[in-house]
């Protein structure tokens, strides 16, 4: 079974910064890709950005240049940076392998 363990959301201010950290247990398969993705209150789940295994990453429009996701297959772990944080960033963080395995999320709000 796997399961995959969200941290470091919480609140900051516009042009702050947080970093998310997934963690992933049970049956991994560190060939798979790994990513994030977001749902903000009333709207559909974004794609934020996903990473494979031999790290080609790839991003939302509206976070390129702010976000950088990593992993760490050797802890089955994937990051995600996130700076210059806008109001419209505010959403539930999720994590996903291959999008077939996801965590239960972290929220983050950025405000003043």
């Known amino acids: 079974q796997v399961q995959l363990v969200e941290s470091g959301g919480g609140l900051v201010q516009p042009g702050g910064s947080l970093r998310l950290s997934c963690a992933a247990s049970?049956?991994?398969?560190?060939?798979?890709?790994m990513g994030w993705d977001r749902q903000a209150p009333g709207k559909e789940r974004e794609l934020v950005a996903t990473?494979?295994?031999?790290?080609?990453?790839n991003y939302a429009d509206s976070v390129k240049g702010r976000f950088t996701i990593s992993r760490s297959s050797a802890r089955n772990t994937v990051y995600l940076e996130m700076n210059s944080l806008k109001p419209e960033d505010t959403a539930v963080y999720s994590c996903?392998?291959?999008?077939?395995?996801w965590g239960k999320g972290t929220l983050v709000t950025v405000s003043s």
């Open positions: 996903n392998i291959a999008r077939s395995y």
């Open positions: 049970g049956t991994v398969f560190s060939i798979d890709a």
């Open positions: 990473i494979t295994s031999n790290g080609n990453t």
